[in-house]
Structure formats: structure tokens, C-alpha cells
């Protein structure tokens, strides 16, 4: 018999606890301050708990037999009997999608990502691992570690690290094809770079990470990979180098055949280069019949629309770091540049890896149907001859993992009236139809529970952040238990506009210190560790939660992360998104709170374009666009508030005589029903799996809508 801290271990080695609440649960009952200490990092409960203290909660709060459950449901999980993908995904069986990525989120104890396109990169492995669809994630591991965001007392945004230890993370080093530890080396300018390669398992799915912190390396290299989106262009050019090109020699280093590159962002876009040089190089194929049968293997993912968020790497710097590239291939160098060129023939001008991508791909696709338009109008450049149409990119609307951030209470309430497994059919409609026959009085109920533990979380962090800055205790609470809560969170840029609500101070302070009808607003977001604009817009909006006319309805909440938006998702009564549109490509965020009974107030871009009906949430403005960028926040702002006083808060505040808003839950219902289905991580990889993967592994003609 297994010792029960050997169990334990097991369970830490697969991140498929990270979407199993009982299971965390089982190390945060383990000893609960460690491990919010922790990162809530349950092999680091394990390797600092005390021996004897953990033998005495073992038989204090059932230790373990829910472990031996836990564990009995991951081999479960690990074998299945069938799953979709064997039945859907035949092609992809021996030779698995590469999905390559500059950062994956997929627990806030794995450093490795930053926002939106990580956690959208974590949800996407743990779709694929749910239906069983053969993928690899490659992407990086940034030793520089936790960065927690803190502010001051003048609301300054503060990025504090905290490294890790390679120990406490549920890592192992990937074995390569000659039964040792895998190494890849790729060329840089006047020198060799070599990079460990790492691997952890996501569920069915394997994740593998290249770390420079290698004894071969100069301290310099060492640090290449320190940061995610750190460094100058040099540095930025060179990580993507190691991603692109070690991404993939490190996938034949382990033996991997990948049938497809899925590359996300042109961060990757490298990758395309290497794997046809390895074709010449090693297969003696000519270069351009090369490039063409990388290209047909290659899938291509745009994630934004906002022109600062694509490389523009200066012609000298992008010379100098393709040129092995380029001999490897057979090729003059500046035919390799021409690849990443808007206008190839302007030889001075800069090397865009998402242009790569574009060019250089079976199929692209945006992450909207808006911001599929959106794409094809801003690359039409690259195919001249073509009307914007005919643009080739095409959309696959993104999704969420609902298991990661769905409340396990409402899990319950779920399992209970639309059965067990009901995650399994959870792109179903008809099943979501058995939604509106659920008592919406006892998802009220449940709302008020996850609203409590919200609002303990967030007076938490407020009274941290007061002490460690030296401010006294409040003399009035923070929040109306009660209140009608909205919550805002994500990178703080300006074309989110987090400030809108604000444009007009009075207006708003008069609608949320209603007596009779209180507003809570919540907030939370970093911004970039080099970006002053964005640290100054949280700074405007920190400052005005002190301002004696919002002090109790407002508050900014530090650090945001997967912990910090998995509480506030379940929490929240509604989630405020006010891009200027068309430049949010998708957003997440807002399909988190729909299966958490949260409604959606959103402007009409990104995914919710495409996803309300009139009653499934609320939608601010028209969709209108005004080439007046001040126009537009005015109009925009009038909308928003209009919406909340003439709409949302009454609604909010019409109660039958049980206390239940009947009008606000129907909404409540129609979101669960109209929207669970569509926008989540199984649908989004099923539509990759058969408009992308098959036909690219196949090498038919991909039908991307
Ligand atoms: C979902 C999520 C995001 C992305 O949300 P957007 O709506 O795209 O901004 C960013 N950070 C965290 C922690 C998330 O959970």
C-alpha cells in the first residue's frame, strides 16, 4: 500500500487538479494559510507541510479517503474507454497538433503567462485534454517568477518577483530519443544557445517548455528566457527564435511527429522557417516545395487587432537573426525577409513575424466573427488583387474552459438537474434547455453565497494593502453586502477604457449611492511592467476608490491573476466590458461569468457581437464606430450609464416577495442557455479540430468558415 504523502504526490504530478475544486480543496484543507502562502501550489503544501501535522489533518478533515477518490477519478480520467477524439480525430492519433505558444495560463501557481492569450492558451490544452484530442503545447519557461502587482499609496502599480524553485513545480525533465534528458541548441548571432526542455501534463494533454538556464549557456543566455514579453526587440526576437525554432527541434528531439503547427501570435511564426529547413537540410527536398509543405501543415491564429500587439522588428536586427535560417533553407536572405514584408519590395522596411504567419500558412483565422472582418481589412495589403472578402482569413470564436472557472456549488446545482456528466455534453443546446425548468430562486441563493465569499476576499486584500501601506483601517465597511455588484477586470490599456464609467463623476456617484438601489463596482487589472500610461490609468481609477464619494461602492482589488478572476467570475452579478470597439478581438473574460449566473454588459464587439439577442445580457450602444475617438467615449459613456439607470439597476432591484429580481434571473437563465454551449473551449477545439487540424493533416483544403 501507497503512503498517503506518496498519493498525494501523484495527484500534484498532473495539472488536471487545477480544474478539480474537491481536489485543491484536499491540499488547502491540508493547512489553509500555507497554502494561500503558496500560490495555492499544492507540491509546495507537500514538500513544506510538517509530517506530523499533516498525519494529524489526515484524520481530522478526511485526508484520505478523498485523496484515494481523487486519485481513483484521475486514472479514471487518464484511460478513458472512448473519447471524441477517437471517434473525430482518427488522422491526429499518430502524429499529434503542435500548439505552440508564447505563454500558457493554466494555474496561478505556473508563472508562465500573462493574460488573455495565456489563459485562452490553458483552456485550449484542457478542452483538447477533455475530449481527448491528440495535442502538444510548446511554449517557454520564464524563470523569472511570480510577479505580484502592488500598489502604493498613491495607487502606483509596483511589480514585485518572487522566483521558484524548479522542485515546486509539477515538472519533469522530457526524455529524448536517446533515453536522456533532451537538449536543443538553436544558432544566434555569433553563438550557440542551448535550452533544457521541460515537460508537465495537463490532463491527457502534454505541455512542453524550453528554459536557457543551461550550464552551456553564457549568465547572459541564462537569462534569454527570464521573462515573458521582457527585454528590448533583441531579446523579443531572440525568444522567439528559441520558441519557434527550439519548439520544434525539441519536439523531434522527443520523438514527436507533429502532423500540425497550430502557431499562436507570430511569436512562433519561426517555426514554419525551421521545419522546412529541416526538410532540406535533412530530406534533401528542394527549398520551396519545403516551404510549401510546412506552409500546408501550418495553422495560423491572429489574436488582436491593436497594431502595437504585432513585432515590427527593424530590417538590420531581422537580418542578422535569419541568416542561418536562410542558409539552412538554401535560400538569399532576402528571400527569407520578403516573407515577413508588407511590401517586399521596400528592402528597408520592417520583419513581421505575423506577416510570416499570414503568408506563410494553409489557413488563418481572428478569434471573432467581428474580428475576423476586422483582420482581413487590416491585411488586405498582403493580398492586393483581392477584394476584403476574399481576404483568406477566416474566425474561430474563442471559448472557456467552464470547468476551471465555474463554482463548484453551481457544478452541483448543475449536476443535479442536468445529470452527472453533464460536462460531457456540454456543447449540446438541448441540454442547456433544461435550464429554464431550474428554480431561479435557488441560483439566487447561490449567487448570494459566492457574492459573500467575494466580498470577503475583497476586504481581505483591501485591509493588506492599507496596512502595508501604512493607511488606517476604514471607518466604514467596503461594499454593500447586498448591492448590485459589477465587476471590471483586465489589462489596464486604454482601448479597454477602465476609466469610462468616470467620465462624468457626479453622474455615477449619484447612481451608486442610491439608498435605495447601491452599486458595488469591483476592479482589478495590472498593466505592463514598461507601460506608464497604463500603470497611470490604474492610478486614476485607485485614487478615485479614496474619493469620499466612492470610498464604500468602489473598490480596486490587487494582483489580478487566475485566483483573483476565479473569485471574482463566481462572485459578480455582472461583468462590465467597454472596449472601444472593434478592437477587443474577443474577450473572455465575460464568457466566464455566463455558466457562473453572471450577466454580461458589454459594448457590441468581440464575442459578444456575435452572442447577444436582446435579452441575454445587455448590450451598450449600437455598435456604431466614430472616427472621433472622443465622440465615440462620449456617446459610448451616455450609452453605458442610460443602460445602468434606466435598465440594469431597476431590474436588478424588482423583487418578487421571496426577495428574488424574477426579471433579472430570466435573463440570468437565457445567458446560461443561449450562451454555455457556444462559448466554451470543447466547441472552440472542436471547430479546430475539424475546419484546421483534419484538412491541414490531411492536406485537403481547409474549410475555415
Ligand atoms: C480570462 C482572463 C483574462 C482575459 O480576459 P479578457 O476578457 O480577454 O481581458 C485575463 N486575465 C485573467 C486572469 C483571466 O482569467
Redesign the pocket.
Known amino acids: 500500500m501507497k503512503k498517503l504523502d506518496e498519493k498525494l504526490q501523484e495527484l500534484t504530478q498532473n495539472l488536471w487538479w487545477t480544474w478539480r475544486p474537491e481536489v485543491r480543496a484536499i491540499f488547502r484543507d491540508i493547512d489553509p494559510s500555507l497554502y494561500h502562502r503558496v500560490h495555492r501550489n499544492p507540491l509546495r503544501v507537500l514538500r513544506e507541510v510538517d509530517p506530523a501535522f499533516l498525519e494529524q489533518r489526515a484524520a481530522e478533515v478526511d485526508i484520505t479517503t478523498r485523496t484515494d477518490r481523487a486519485l481513483r477519478q484521475m486514472k479514471e480520467y487518464l484511460n478513458p474507454l472512448t473519447t471524441w477524439g477517437l471517434v473525430h480525430a482518427g488522422p491526429l492519433l499518430s502524429r499529434p497538433v503542435a500548439y505552440f505558444c508564447a505563454e500558457f495560463?493554466i494555474h496561478e501557481s505556473l508563472p508562465i503567462y500573462s493574460?488573455?492569450l495565456?489563459?485562452?492558451a490553458g483552456d485550449h490544452l484542457k478542452g483538447a485534454s477533455n475530449l481527448g484530442v491528440p495535442l502538444v503545447g510548446v511554449g517557454l519557461l520564464y524563470r523569472q517568477g511570480y510577479t505580484t502587482q502592488e500598489l502604493d499609496s498613491h495607487f502606483w502599480q509596483h511589480d514585485v518577483n518572487e522566483p521558484y524553485e524548479i522542485e515546486n513545480l509539477p515538472l519533469k525533465e522530457a526524455i529524448g530519443m536517446d533515453g536522456r534528458p533532451a537538449r536543443v541548441s538553436v544558432e544566434l548571432p555569433g553563438r550557440t544557445v542551448w535550452a533544457r526542455v521541460w515537460e508537465t501534463s495537463v490532463g491527457r494533454i502534454r505541455l512542453i517548455l524550453l528554459d536557457t538556464r543551461d550550464d552551456a549557456n553564457s549568465e547572459e543566455d541564462k537569462g534569454l528566457a527570464a521573462r515573458l514579453y521582457g527585454g528590448d526587440q533583441r531579446m523579443r526576437i531572440q525568444q522567439e527564435l528559441l520558441l519557434g525554432v527550439g519548439g520544434s527541434r525539441a519536439l523531434r528531439a522527443l520523438g514527436i511527429t507533429a502532423s500540425v503547427y497550430h502557431l499562436n501570435e507570430g511569436h512562433s511564426a519561426f517555426a514554419i522557417l525551421e521545419r522546412a529547413r529541416h526538410r532540406v537540410q535533412h530530406d534533401g527536398l528542394d527549398p520551396w516545395q519545403a516551404l510549401k509543405e510546412s506552409a500546408q501543415a501550418t495553422v495560423f491564429t491572429t489574436h488582436t487587432p491593436v497594431d502595437a500587439g504585432h513585432d515590427r522588428f527593424p530590417a538590420g536586427l531581422a537580418e542578422e537573426h535569419l541568416a542561418p535560417l536562410a542558409q539552412g533553407l538554401g535560400l538569399p536572405l532576402s528571400d527569407i525577409m520578403s516573407f515577413g514584408r508588407v511590401h517586399p519590395e521596400d528592402t528597408h522596411s520592417p520583419f513581421l513575424p505575423t506577416v510570416l504567419a499570414l503568408k506563410q500558412s494553409r489557413a488563418a483565422n481572428g478569434v471573432s466573427a467581428l474580428h475576423g472582418n476586422v483582420s482581413r481589412q487590416m491585411w488586405n495589403v498582403l493580398w492586393p488583387d483581392r477584394k476584403e472578402q476574399d481576404v483568406p482569413i477566416g474566425h474561430i470564436t474563442n471559448g472557456?474552459h467552464t470547468h476551471t472557472?465555474l463554482a463548484t456549488e453551481l457544478n452541483q446545482l448543475f449536476q443535479a438537474h442536468l445529470g452527472a456528466n453533464w460536462m460531457d455534453g456540454i456543447v449540446r443546446p438541448d441540454l442547456w434547455t433544461r435550464i429554464e425548468s431550474m428554480d431561479s430562486a435557488e441560483i439566487w441563493e447561490i449567487k448570494q453565497v459566492l457574492k459573500t465569499r467575494l466580498m470577503r476576499l475583497v476586504r481581505n486584500r483591501d485591509e493588506n494593502f492599507r496596512q502595508r501601506n501604512g493607511m488606517p483601517p476604514r471607518d466604514l465597511p467596503l461594499l454593500e453586502p447586498e448591492a448590485l455588484t459589477i465587476g471590471f477586470?483586465?489589462?489596464f490599456v486604454p482601448y479597454?477604457r477602465p476609466d469610462l464609467l468616470f467620465r462624468n463623476l457626479d453622474r455615477i456617484a449619484a447612481l451608486i449611492n442610491n439608498p435605495e438601489r447601491p452599486v458595488n463596482l469591483v476592479f482589478a487589472g495590472r498593466a505592463h511592467p514598461a507601460d506608464e500610461p497604463g500603470k497611470g490609468l490604474i492610478q486614476r481609477v485607485g485614487q478615485l476608490t479614496q474619493d469620499p464619494r466612492f470610498r464604500q461602492r468602489v473598490a480596486f482589488v490587487e494582483n489580478?491573476?487566475?485566483h483573483?478572476?476565479?473569485n471574482l467570475?463566481q462572485g459578480v452579478d455582472a461583468w462590465l466590458?467597454n472596449p472601444r470597439r472593434p478592437l477587443?478581438a474577443?474577450?473572455?473574460?465575460?464568457?466566464?461569468v455566463v455558466a457562473n449566473g453572471g450577466l454580461h454588459i458589454s459594448i457590441l464587439d468581440?464575442w459578444w457581437a456575435e452572442a447577444y439577442d436582446g435579452e441575454n445580457g445587455f448590450a451598450i450602444g449600437n455598435g456604431e464606430i466614430h472616427a472621433n475617438q472622443d465622440i465615440q467615449d462620449e456617446r459610448d459613456f451616455e450609452a453605458l450609464l442610460t443602460l445602468l439607470e434606466k435598465v440594469i439597476v431597476p431590474m436588478y432591484y424588482d423583487r418578487d416577495a421571496q426577495g428574488v429580481p424574477r426579471q433579472w434571473m430570466h435573463r440570468v437563465k437565457r445567458s446560461i442557455r443561449t450562451l454555455a454551449w457556444r462559448f466554451n473551449a470543447d466547441r472552440m477545439v472542436m471547430d479546430y479540430v475539424r475546419n484546421c487540424y483534419l484538412p491541414a493533416a490531411t492536406a485537403s483544403s481547409c474549410q475555415m468558415p
Do not use: D, F, P, Q
Request: hydrophobic fraction near 30%.
Open positions: 495560463g493574460g488573455g495565456g489563459i485562452l472557456v472557472w477586470a483586465r489589462r479597454k489580478y491573476n487566475i483573483i478572476g476565479r467570475y466590458n477587443e474577443c474577450g473572455t473574460s465575460g464568457m466566464k468581440g
